[in-house]
Nanobody, 121 residues
Framework: QVQLVESGGGLVQPGGSLTLSCATS????????MGWYRQAPGKERELVAR???????AYADSVKGRFTIVRDNVKNTVYLHMYGLKAEDTAIYYC???????????????WGQGTQVTVSS
């Protein structure tokens, strides 16, 4: 079973910064895309950022210029560096990993349990 362990969430003041981490068990797993989603109260889960195996990144318009996604292929860990946080960024953030297991004929998505990020003065 693939395990995704998230950390780094917490309470931060507007304008502050925070870094989220997601460590992924990789035994028998060939990882392709890694990313972060978030879900605020009363809203649908949305894509925040993702990075492909070749290093290409994509960001939601609302976080461009403020968030940076970084991938460590040695430790199978993905980070989300968040700067200039706003109240609108308050949400539960979920790590997502796309990959394949033996015999590597099917692509599956795996999710972390979520970590709370609260931006408030």
């Amino acid at each position: 079973q693939v395990q995704l362990v998230e950390s780094g969430g917490g309470l931060v003041q507007p304008g502050g910064s925070l870094t989220l981490s997601c460590a992924t068990s990789s035994r028998g797993l060939s990882i392709s895309t890694m990313g972060w989603y978030r879900q605020a109260p009363g809203k649908e889960r949305e894509l925040v950022a993702r990075v492909s195996s070749d290093g290409n990144t994509a960001y939601a318009d609302s976080v461009k210029g403020r968030f940076t996604i970084v991938r460590d292929n040695v430790k199978n860990t993905v980070y989300l560096h968040m700067y200039g946080l706003k109240a609108e960024d308050t949400a539960i953030y979920y790590c997502n990993v796309e990959g394949r297991t033996f015999p590597y004929t099917r692509t599956d998505n795996y999710w972390g349990q979520g970590t709370q990020v609260t931006v408030s003065s």
